[in-house]
């Protein structure tokens, strides 16, 4: 393929991206991305096949993206020992990083009857990878504070949970300065389970297992 391929190909990626964070997929209409990308009908669909081809590769790209910022602050906090001081610089780690308003994967679960089950593997894929990714970090954590009782795999979902839920409000607000508040709340209430333990009744950790519980009793 031509190297202005690759080219034109990125150029409709990122103009489709552009207009589905502000209408959402269904709202978006091929001509307006080709307009928007400044290309021709023959070139988007030599790219693209369909919609949900298209919405497959956007979401495959935003995959790409959350994982990849989840890797790095993964790979550039490998020198913290302590394993509970290792999770903070994680997620402080993230909250610098962050800067991507918007979130793709809200927009496509909001819509996964006109996108098809393909198109939505993508988001699927990200949560199991940033899961994974969280999860052995939590874990070591937990071990080094048993007395907080962590649930690692809670705070593990609520990680993948909060940088979707904050790129959504982020795009709704028109900055990214909501984006690094969640992220800061979320450190913040990591550090205060890590924190607490047994002997402080009534404490967060002990509300958090309580509520849990609740829930998996709940018919």
Do not use: C, Y
């Not at 402080?92 to 496509?108: F, K, M, V």
């Amino acid at each position: 393929m031509p190297r202005d391929g690759s080219s034109n190909r990125q150029r409709i990626l990122d103009a489709a991206e552009r207009l589905v964070l502000r209408r959402g997929f269904s709202g978006t209409a091929l001509d307006e991305v080709i307009g928007a990308a400044g290309t021709s009908k023959g070139a988007f669909f030599h790219h693209f096949p369909s919609k949900r081809e298209l919405a497959r590769t956007l979401l495959d790209r935003h995959a790409d993206h959350l994982v990849a910022l989840l890797l790095r602050a993964h790979d550039r906090t490998a020198s913290v020992d302590d394993p509970v001081e290792r999770v903070d610089a994680f997620l402080a780690e993230l909250e610098r990083a962050a800067a991507r308003p918007g979130s793709l994967a809200a927009s496509a679960l909001a819509e996964h009857e006109l996108l098809g089950a393909a198109a939505v593997a993508p988001v699927q894929r990200a949560a199991q990878a940033s899961r994974a990714v969280v999860l052995g970090l939590l874990r070591a954590a937990a071990a080094a504070r048993p007395a907080a009782h962590l649930d690692a795999e809670a705070w593990a979902d609520h990680v993948f949970v909060t940088l979707e839920g904050a790129q959504l409000l982020a795009r709704a607000t028109g900055g990214t300065e909501h984006l690094r508040e969640q992220l800061g709340v979320l450190r913040t209430a990591v550090a205060a389970v890590l924190a607490s333990g047994p002997s402080a009744p009534g404490g967060v950790a002990e509300q958090l297992s309580a509520r849990r519980a609740s829930g998996r009793a709940a018919p």
